[in-house]
C-alpha cells in the first residue's frame, strides 16, 4: 500500500533575477514501512522536493504543478492550519545540523516535552515524564532521567541528533523525512544513527525518506532508491537494481 504519492510535481523560487526551476514533473510512491532513499548531488532539489510536500519551503517558493497524496487523499492545496495537524501526526522531519535543529535555552527534556504536549495537549504531568523519558529510551540516550535536565551544549553531535529523532518520534509519524541526517557526524556516529533508523523502521513500522548524496549511506539504508539530477528524477527502482545500474555504468 502507497501511504504517500506525488504525481508530476514542479517548484520554482521567484528571485528578482528571474524563475529558479528548483524540481521538474517529479513523480514517485513511497509504500507503507519502507525506506525510499533520494540521492543526488547538491543542489539538485532534494530538499526542496522533500519541503514542498509538507509545505516549508520560504515564501519566494511555490508549487506550480501537481500533485501530492497521502494514505490517497488529496492534501495538495492544504491550508497551513491543516497541514499543521499532519506535521504534528503524520508527518515529521530530522534535519542534517542537529545543533540547529535545538533551542540551546531549553532542555533537551523541555523540548521532547513540548512536542509531546502538541500531538496530547490534555496529557497528565506523570504521563508527560514518562513519555519523555520512554522517546529518550526508543533512541538510545542513556540515563534519561538526568540527560532530560541537560541543555544541547552538552550532548555530542550525535546524542544531540538522537534528541532531534526523539522530537520527530513524538508524533507517532507515518512518514518520516530524514534529510541528510548524518552529514555534520563523524563515520563513527553516522553508523549509529544510521542503525538507530533502521531499528525504529523496523520498530514502529514508519516508512522513510531519506535524503542524501552519500552512496554508502544509500546503499545501507534503501529499499528503493531515486536519483535527482537538475531538479529531475530521472531514475527510480528497487535499490538493489539501481546500484548494479550505477556499477556497471561506472565500470565498463
Known amino acids: 500500500m502507497d501511504v504517500l504519492t506525488v504525481k508530476n510535481l514542479s517548484v520554482s523560487f ?28 547538491t543542489g539538485c532539489g532534494k530538499s526542496v522536493l522533500c519541503k514542498s ?3 516549508l519551503l520560504p515564501d519566494i517558493a511555490k508549487v506550480k504543478t501537481g500533485q501530492i497524496f497521502f494514505q490517497g487523499k488529496e492534501i495538495t492545496d ?48 506523570k504521563d508527560l515524564k514518562s513519555r519523555v523519558t520512554e522517546l529518550m529510551e526508543l533512541v ?3 540515563r534519561p532521567g538526568e540527560r532530560a ?18 522530537i520527530a518520534l513524538a508524533a507517532k509519524p507515518s512518514v518520516l523525512f530524514a534529510d541528510e541526517p548524518t552529514t555534520s557526524l563523524d563515520a563513527g556516529v553516522q553508523e549509529q544513527i544510521l542503525e538507530l533508523l533502521l531499528e525504529l523502521r523496523r520498530k514502529l513500522g514508519m516508512a522513510v525518506i531519506l535524503i542524501t548524496h552519500n552512496p554508502y549511506v ?5 529499499d528503493r532508491a531515486a536519483l535527482m539530477r537538475g531538479g529531475e528524477i530521472y531514475r527510480i527502482g528497487d535499490a538493489e537494481e539501481i546500484f548494479e545500474k550505477i556499477i556497471h555504468n561506472n565500470h565498463p
Request: include cysteine; hydrophobic fraction near 40%; proline fraction near 4%.
Open 14 to 41: 521567484y528571485r528578482q533575477s528571474g524563475e529558479i526551476e528548483a524540481v521538474k514533473n517529479v513523480s514517485f510512491s513511497l509504500r507503507a514501512g519502507e525506506i525510499l532513499v533520494i540521492m543526488g548531488d
Open 53 to 55: 510536500i509538507v509545505k
Open 78 to 125: 492544504y491550508s497551513e492550519k491543516e497541514m499543521q495537524k499532519l506535521r504534528g501526526n503524520s508527518f515529521s522531519m530530522v534535519f542534517q545540523n542537529p545543533m540547529t535543529a535545538l533551542n540551546p535555552c531549553m532542555s533537551v527534556g523541555e523540548q521532547i516535552a513540548e512536542a509531546v504536549r502538541l500531538r496530547q495537549p490534555g496529557i497528565s504531568r
Open 140 to 142: 538510545g540516550l542513556d
Open 149 to 166: 535536565g541537560q541543555y544541547p551544549i552538552h550532548f555530542s553531535g550525535g546524542m544531540a541528533q538522537r534528541c532531534v529523532i526523539a
Open 218 to 222: 544509500a546503499a545501507k539504508m534503501a
